[in-house]
């Protein structure tokens, strides 16, 4: 009966939205001992259950089937992002690869100024720099309710914890691409300065 209840504790986490390792521990044990069967339960309504052990998180991932005869809708919607939103996150996930080559230490912790500079080199300007300040730290907490960034507390300094599922998302293919149109926006904002 614990079992049970255990697994249904995992199944609701999963259907929440991302279980860390270290945040969730007790439904990262749940599932990492029933995958199989959690899989399977989640297959049925045409999800899979994404698991990366050894960076330690696991979510519910739509499974395509748009040319199936008969394709169940989508329960997991697609959700568009704005240049802000997108340009803060290629920049974490570049920054994450730069952090894994160059050091052991296995998080990236960042200040909300180092997300200000990255972000300011693609932005021309001439631009309003308060309202700037405002729209990107309006994206910073958008890019957190996605689950890529981790607010830590401190008194001072605002800092964030970069989360690995960054990797999952934006995986190497997509970052080289997205960097080509990086340079791209790079290269506007220069001229149009």
């Not at 920054?95 to 200000?116: K, V, W």
């Not at 309710?145 to 293919?173: H, Q, S």
Request: hydrophobic content about 45%.
């Amino acid at each position: 009966m614990e079992r049970r209840n255990d697994i249904s504790h995992a199944l609701v986490a999963l259907m929440k939205g991302v279980v860390y390792k270290d945040k969730h521990p007790k439904q990262w044990t749940t599932i990492l001992g029933a995958y199989a069967a959690i899989n399977s339960h989640f297959a049925q309504v045409g999800l899979e259950v994404f698991l990366d052990e050894s960076e330690g998180f696991t979510f519910l991932k739509q499974v395509p089937n748009e040319d199936e005869v008969d394709p169940l809708p989508r329960l997991i919607p697609k959700r568009p992002l704005g240049f802000l939103t997108s340009l803060i996150c290629v920049l974490l996930r570049k920054r994450l690869a730069e952090h894994d080559a160059s050091t052991s230490e296995p998080r990236l912790i960042i200040s909300e100024e180092d997300i200000f500079d990255m972000v300011k080199a693609f932005i021309p300007e001439k631009t309003n720099e308060a309202k700037l300040h405002d729209d990107i730290r309006r994206n910073i907490a958008r890019v957190a309710e996605m689950g890529f960034l981790d607010e830590l507390k401190k008194a001072e300094e605002t800092t964030y914890e970069v989360r690995r599922i960054i990797k999952a998302a934006f995986n190497a293919d997509a970052l080289s691409d997205l960097a080509n149109l990086l340079e791209g926006y790079r290269n506007y904002a220069a001229a149009i300065a």
